[in-house]
């Protein structure tokens, strides 16, 4: 699952409207240095980027 894929799952279960969703998981992966890396399989992030995502 990518980072991308967790937070759509995460914001579809917080009941989040669709048209909020994306802005949402944008400014999420934006805010802890994500964007670039959004795409790609979560279980290859290094450690650092693990926080990262624990703070997102």
């Known amino acids: 699952m990518t980072?991308?894929?967790d937070l759509l799952v995460e914001s579809t279960?917080?009941?989040m409207p669709r048209r909020?969703?994306?802005?949402v998981i944008d400014e999420v992966l934006r805010l802890v240095d994500l964007?670039?890396?959004?795409e790609r399989?979560?279980?290859?992030y290094l450690?650092?980027?693990?926080?990262?995502?624990?703070v997102a």
């Open 41 to 44: 399989p979560v279980r290859t």
């Open 47 to 54: 450690e650092e980027m693990v926080r990262r995502r624990e």
């Open 3 to 5: 980072e991308y894929q």
């Open 20 to 23: 909020e969703r994306e802005r």
């Open 13 to 15: 279960l917080r009941r």
């Open 35 to 38: 964007e670039e890396t959004a």
